[in-house]
């Protein structure tokens, strides 16, 4: 039997004149929905070129007749969200987020479908595009990495095959962990020094501290097809590399067998408190610690429970969106 996910769609009606947070209501379908996924849409013009030929219109708004014959078509005239819903039950969890929207954001169009799995990875390919993180840090499709051999960048590049609802960089959690890495925790590291990935989704945080600090990385994950995804991007970015240092373990069979210089924990909050010991544990003294995949209102819990261990003290805290991050560092006492 063919495995399948299915997508919710929204988009502000064409009557709405009001702004909308799409930043909060991303924040509720992750926390409150089991919402996978994310990925933003717009009307490309080579759609409206195909349904209307010499009747397409550029840089104005459609008249009325042209944009129902484009919605008559199945085109959408507006940017929106697509919330990919594929775990066990992914029918009712989408049914029930878009009760939710339907109830509660009137100026919000609904549409939702079942598609197959292997639909997935043609449709994200048109949504993501390279992302510069920060100064040191672009992550980058890996169908573009035949282009790039021979280019000089000043910049790390993260090559990433994106997997269903696995971190791409863009949202705005792995985009605060990058930057930990990048500005703040890379100038304290030497080459081989160990670091754990707990959660690691995609591995894009992991392969960029083999990549940019020559880390040994662990990587976790509860989710096996997210450690198949993680594989992948490792041997993408690293293919000429010996990789015997480094390993993907299931978090059913991760055992604390020695400390970690760096450990990344970007997951939702619930699991943040649930793991709270054997996350702080993972941390060698003097090592860092970054938090990560939490709301901006769940931000002070999470640091309260972490440092009222009396291991680590606060290093930073960034909000960026909805989402914040913390960085730690354990004592060396």
């Not at 051999?149 to 960089?169: C, K, L, Q």
């Amino acid at each position: 039997m063919t495995k399948k996910y299915t997508v919710v769609r929204l988009q502000l009606k064409n009557d709405s004149t009001a702004s909308f947070d799409w930043d909060q209501l991303i924040a509720l379908a992750t926390q409150n929905y089991n919402c996978q996924g994310v990925v933003e849409f717009d009307l490309k013009e080579s759609q409206i070129d195909a349904v209307l030929g010499e009747r397409a219109y550029a840089g104005v708004n459609l008249p009325a007749p042209e944009r129902a014959e484009l919605e008559q078509q199945g085109i959408a005239l507006d940017s929106g969200l697509q919330f990919f819903f594929y775990q066990e039950q992914h029918i009712q969890h989408a049914s029930i987020f878009s009760d939710y929207i339907n109830s509660n954001h009137s100026n919000l169009q609904v549409s939702s479908q079942q598609s197959d799995w292997q639909d997935w990875n043609q449709g994200f390919r048109d949504n993501f595009k390279a992302l510069q993180i920060s100064s040191g840090i672009e992550v980058v499709p890996a169908w573009e990495q035949g282009e790039d051999r021979g280019r000089e960048v000043d910049h790390f590049r993260i090559y990433i095959n994106p997997g269903m609802g696995f971190g791409t960089g863009s949202h705005e959690t792995t985009a605060l962990c990058l930057y930990y890495l990048d500005q703040v925790i890379r100038q304290h590291l030497q080459p081989g020094e160990p670091c754990l990935d707990f959660g690691c989704g995609s591995g894009i945080l992991g392969v960029a501290a083999i990549g940019m600090c020559g880390l040994h990385l662990d990587f976790c994950d509860i989710d096996r097809e997210a450690l198949d995804n993680c594989q992948q991007n490792i041997l993408i970015n690293f293919p000429q590399q010996d990789l015997s240092n480094h390993r993907l373990v299931a978090r059913d069979r991760f055992k604390l067998e020695h400390p970690y210089k760096v450990v990344f924990a970007n997951i939702l909050e619930s699991i943040l408190l649930e793991e709270r010991e054997l996350i702080i544990s993972a941390v060698s003294p003097g090592g860092f610690l970054v938090l990560s995949g939490v709301l901006e209102a769940q931000v002070e819990g999470v640091k309260e429970a972490y440092i009222k261990s009396g291991q680590l003290e606060m290093v930073d805290s960034k909000i960026r969106g909805e989402w914040g991050a913390l960085l730690l560092q354990r004592s060396l006492r």
